[in-house]
């Protein structure tokens, strides 16, 4: 069982930058693919951002199209977290963003986890 906490949302102007973190329990954190999503008022969820177990030294990542370039995701498993570090925010990154966790490989498919946050609000402001 994995639990999942969300933090470092809030209000940025638009062109401005936040840090998400997401906090996990369990003592097999490194064995977990981490994945962030989005979900915008009157939108399905979207994929972020994801990124694989690793081992401890090489980590592969995936983006969607709309953040490549302005957002990094990374871990650190010896601190149980993984971080969305989201720069040169707009206006359209406005929505409630989760972190999930999967045991196995990465994926942009949010069906593919099984453990969720409860999403912590990002509102950027034009």
């Known amino acids: 069982q994995v639990q999942l906490v969300e933090s470092g949302g809030g209000l940025v102007q638009a062109g401005g930058s936040l840090r998400l973190s997401c906090a996990a329990s369990?003592?097999?954190?490194?064995?977990?693919?981490m994945g962030w999503f989005r979900q915008a008022p009157g939108k399905e969820r979207e994929f972020v951002a994801a990124i694989n177990w690793g081992d401890g030294y090489m980590y592969y990542t995936d983006y969607a199209d709309s953040v490549k370039g302005r957002f990094a995701v990374s871990r650190d498993n010896a601190k149980n977290t993984v971080y969305l570090q989201m720069n040169s925010l707009k206006p359209e990154d406005t929505a409630v963003y989760f972190c999930a966790a999967r045991y196995g490989r990465k994926s942009s498919m949010d069906g593919d986890y099984n453990y969720w946050g409860q999403g912590t609000q990002v509102t950027v402001s034009s």
């Open positions: 369990g003592r097999t954190f490194g064995s977990y693919a």
